[in-house]
């Protein structure tokens, strides 16, 4: 039987991207179902506790966390569920049938980048969890994907929302334009959000 040097980094290639957080706990199914029900109610909890704060939320970021931690498979479950329970019985109502569909794909999307960031940060030398998170590059590549994130989901569901209820393209961006404001709050908060997140290593 061959054994791993104990001076040596265990083989962690990208064959299991799944199981590359360095912990043996991730590798039992019914932990990693606890931690997956533990970031859907996070995400769905902090989104209802936010949503009177006029773009203000954690909801996109904990569902991030969720793939940056357990893998793109269970971050996109995690999306998927949270995404659904919140536009589902969301206190504004539920979306018009193609937003809410979207807003389901984008989100499990969400949760595949945040397993896909990970999997890249985790060739890098300067990326050591176990140390220290909170280093220049990482937090300007956090900062960057919580910016584009936000940015892609209200121009999107902006055209959608256009669409639907007026059928133009001029629609969207009378609509964009007049709600400038708060996609910019959305936009800075996302993105201070990502950069001070308080996941600090595994």
Not at 35 to 44: G, H
Request: with cysteine.
């Amino acid at each position: 039987m061959e054994l791993t040097p104990k001076n040596e980094k265990p083989n962690l290639d990208m064959e299991e991207p799944e199981k590359s957080n360095c912990t043996p706990w991730l590798e039992r199914s019914s932990f990693r179902i606890v931690l997956m029900s533990m970031f859907t109610a996070l995400a769905v909890v902090l989104g209802y506790l936010l949503v009177y704060l006029p773009n203000i939320e954690l909801f996109t970021l904990m569902i991030f966390l969720s793939g940056f931690i357990l893998g793109k498979k269970d971050g996109a479950i995690v999306g998927l569920m949270s995404s659904f329970i919140f536009a589902f019985f969301n206190p504004y109502g539920v979306s018009p049938l193609p937003l809410f569909a979207y807003q389901l794909a984008h989100y499990s999307l969400v949760g595949i980048l945040g397993g896909i960031t990970h999997s890249f940060l985790h060739k890098k030398e300067y990326f050591k969890p176990e140390e220290d998170l909170y280093i220049f590059r990482i937090m300007l590549i956090f900062a960057i994907i919580g910016g584009c994130i936000t940015f892609i989901y209200d121009i999107i569901s902006t055209l959608i929302g256009a669409l639907l209820f007026y059928g133009t393209l001029e629609a969207f961006w009378i609509a964009y334009i007049f709600g400038l404001a708060f996609t910019t709050v959305h936009l800075i908060g996302n993105t201070l959000g990502f950069i001070l997140r308080s996941y600090k290593g595994y």
